[in-house]
C-alpha cells in the first residue's frame, strides 16, 4: 500500500476509485510490475503537488488501484473540479507509458480511519456510500465502464452541480463533461481532449475498438486517448 500521511475522515466529499485496465494482460506480457511502479509515482507526485489548504484531494493506492477524496468540501462544484483535475493529471502520466485507467466519481459520505498499527500490519478502514457507490460502478456499474473512461455517478449529484454542467459554462473543466447516449445515469469527463468540439470525433474513433481482439484494443485505444486516429494497422 502507498498512502499520503493521511488523517482520520468522516464527511461528505467526492471519492474517485482509480484502477488499471487490463490488468491481467499486463500481468501476462510482463508489464504489469511496470504498470503498478508508474500508477504509485505519478499518484504520490500529484497529489503532494497539490497543496491547496481549500478542497485538497488526498488518497492512497493499493494493489493496482486508488482512492482519493476531497479534504474540506466546503463547494462541490469546486470540489468536484479538483478532483477531475487530479484524475486527469495521473491518467495523462500514465498514458505517457501507455497503460490506460478506468475512473468513477461518486458524492457522499466518506470516511477513512486509521487503526492501531504494528510492525508488518497496516490496518485501515475506509467506507462510506461514496466509496461504495464510486467501488461498485468501476466494477459493476452498467454499461461497463471502458479502459480511459472517467465518469461521475449522478447519484446525489447537487442541482448546482448539474444545472452548471447543463450549461455549458465557460470552466475549461466543466466544459468537457458530457452526457453519453443510453447511459442516464453517469456524466463523463473526457480529460483526454482539450476542446469540447474535439469530443464527437474521439467519441466515433473510440468506439471502434469494440470490434477488436483483445490483444489489439488496449494499443488502439491508447493512441486514439493521444489523438492519433489512423486504424489502418489495425
Not at 461528505?12 to 490488468?23: N, W
Not at 453519453?180 to 481532449?193: G, L, S
Request: aromatic content about 14%.
Amino acid at each position: 500500500m502507498v498512502k499520503m500521511p493521511l488523517t482520520n475522515f468522516d464527511g461528505k466529499t467526492f471519492v474517485a476509485f482509480i484502477d488499471i485496465s487490463g490488468f491481467k494482460h499486463l500481468m501476462k506480457n510482463g508489464k504489469a510490475w511496470e504498470a503498478l511502479d508508474k500508477l504509485y509515482k505519478y499518484g504520490y507526485e500529484v497529489l503532494k503537488g497539490n497543496n491547496n489548504l481549500k478542497n485538497r484531494v488526498e488518497g492512497l493506492f493499493v494493489s493496482d488501484c486508488g482512492i482519493l477524496f476531497v479534504r474540506y468540501c466546503q463547494n462541490n462544484l469546486e470540489c468536484l473540479k479538483a478532483i477531475l483535475k487530479v484524475v486527469k493529471e495521473i491518467n495523462k502520466k500514465m498514458l505517457n507509458h501507455d497503460f490506460l485507467l478506468t475512473t468513477s466519481i461518486a458524492y457522499g459520505h466518506f470516511k477513512y480511519q486509521e487503526r492501531i498499527e504494528f510492525e508488518g500490519i497496516d490496518k485501515n478502514t475506509i467506507y462510506g456510500n461514496a466509496y461504495v457507490s464510486a467501488f461498485i460502478d468501476n466494477e459493476n456499474g452498467k454499461p461497463n465502464i471502458q479502459p480511459g473512461q472517467c465518469r461521475i455517478v449522478n447519484k446525489n449529484l447537487s442541482p448546482n452541480i448539474i444545472q452548471n454542467i447543463k450549461q455549458n459554462s465557460r470552466d475549461e473543466i466543466l466544459l468537457m463533461i458530457r452526457k453519453r447516449d443510453h447511459d442516464k445515469d453517469h456524466y463523463y469527463f473526457y480529460w483526454m481532449r482539450e476542446d469540447p468540439s474535439e469530443i464527437e470525433r474521439f467519441e466515433k474513433e473510440y468506439s471502434k475498438f469494440e470490434k477488436m481482439s483483445s490483444n489489439s484494443k488496449y494499443t488502439y485505444i491508447s493512441k486514439v486517448l493521444k489523438g492519433v486516429y489512423d486504424v489502418r494497422q489495425f
